[in-house]
């Protein structure tokens, strides 16, 4: 049976539109007051990304990150919860920071950090390398979408940066009440310190020799991204080793 040309030539637009929808979201939708961002997709099973479409396919994702004043309702969210009066770090120093990262299910999504001001421009330059190497990042969300609990968090696997908490066991600031580190994929990649892992569900990856794309290692993409933009990696530390942890002052 012969098909007209016109018939072609729609089936063809509608195939180009539709691949066109698989590509990397623009800026994240804003969020009615009170609301929380939706988790990004994961996959049960993390395996080796695929390799990236040849130049000039349609289905190349684009690195896009914005650092933005944080919306006056998800400062309302973090007061009490992420953030409070005594923090060394004010909310007006404080910035979200919207980026791209390939998901474990090797789709592109945009996450959310809060960043110092200071460190938004290098997290921006280190995560566009991080995303140029295809490494996958099971999700990234404001720790306030854990009710400000750092244990909640890495129990979720989940990549994030500020959070006003002291170092465990002592009085002083974390890096993280600056908003001056981050963590990645704290489950593959827990701190491990004096035998204790945390957290402590990932106990079985504080072997390093184990294979897993999500890993991190000395000399390895992400070490190097952030090596780039002048941050240190706590799995360079002499004595306990925090290997989900990059900092800008190496702390």
């Given at each position: 049976?012969?098909?007209?040309c016109?018939?072609?030539?729609?089936?063809?637009?509608?195939?180009?539109?539709a691949?066109?929808?698989g590509?990397?979201?623009?800026?994240?939708?804003?969020?009615?007051p009170?609301?929380?961002?939706?988790?990004?997709?994961?996959?049960r099973v993390?395996?080796?990304?695929?390799?990236?479409?040849a130049?000039?396919?349609?289905?190349?994702?684009?690195?896009?990150?914005?650092?933005?004043?944080?919306?006056?309702w998800?400062?309302?969210?973090?007061?009490?919860?992420?953030?409070?009066?005594?923090?060394?770090?004010g909310?007006?120093?404080l910035?979200l920071?919207?980026?791209?990262?390939?998901?474990?299910?090797?789709?592109?999504h945009?996450?959310?950090?809060?960043?110092?001001?200071?460190?938004a421009?290098?997290?921006?330059?280190?995560?566009?390398?991080?995303?140029?190497?295809?490494?996958?990042?099971?999700?990234?969300?404001?720790v306030?979408?854990?009710?400000?609990?750092?244990?909640?968090?890495?129990?979720?696997?989940?990549?994030?940066?500020?959070?006003?908490?002291?170092?465990?066991?002592?009085?002083?600031?974390?890096?993280h009440?600056?908003?001056?580190?981050?963590?990645?994929n704290?489950s593959?990649?827990p701190?491990?310190?004096?035998?204790a892992?945390d957290p402590?569900?990932?106990?079985?990856?504080?072997d390093?020799?184990?294979?897993?794309?999500?890993?991190?290692?000395?000399?390895?993409?992400?070490?190097?991204?952030f090596?780039?933009?002048?941050?240190?990696?706590?799995?360079?530390?002499?004595?306990?080793?925090?290997?989900?942890?990059?900092?800008?002052?190496?702390?």
């Amino acid at each position: 049976m012969r098909v007209s040309c016109r018939v072609v030539r729609a089936v063809a637009v509608a195939g180009i539109l539709a691949a066109g929808c698989g590509g990397l979201p623009g800026a994240a939708p804003a969020l009615r007051p009170g609301t929380v961002s939706p988790a990004a997709p994961v996959s049960r099973v993390l395996t080796p990304a695929p390799p990236a479409p040849a130049r000039g396919g349609s289905a190349v994702a684009v690195y896009r990150a914005r650092t933005s004043a944080i919306p006056a309702w998800m400062r309302r969210r973090m007061i009490g919860v992420s953030w409070r009066p005594d923090c060394p770090a004010g909310l007006g120093r404080l910035r979200l920071l919207r980026l791209s990262y390939w998901g474990f299910d090797h789709a592109a999504h945009q996450g959310q950090l809060i960043v110092n001001a200071s460190a938004a421009r290098p997290l921006a330059r280190a995560f566009r390398l991080v995303f140029a190497a295809r490494y996958p990042i099971r999700q990234m969300r404001v720790v306030d979408v854990f009710g400000g609990s750092d244990e909640r968090s890495m129990r979720a696997d989940n990549t994030s940066a500020f959070n006003c908490r002291q170092i465990p066991g002592t009085t002083a600031w974390s890096e993280h009440a600056y908003g001056l580190a981050v963590d990645i994929n704290p489950s593959q990649n827990p701190e491990v310190a004096g035998g204790a892992v945390d957290p402590p569900a990932a106990a079985a990856w504080a072997d390093r020799t184990r294979h897993s794309p999500a890993i991190i290692r000395h000399g390895d993409a992400v070490w190097r991204a952030f090596i780039a933009v002048d941050w240190q990696w706590g799995g360079d530390w002499a004595t306990a080793k925090d290997y989900q942890h990059f900092s800008a002052n190496g702390r």
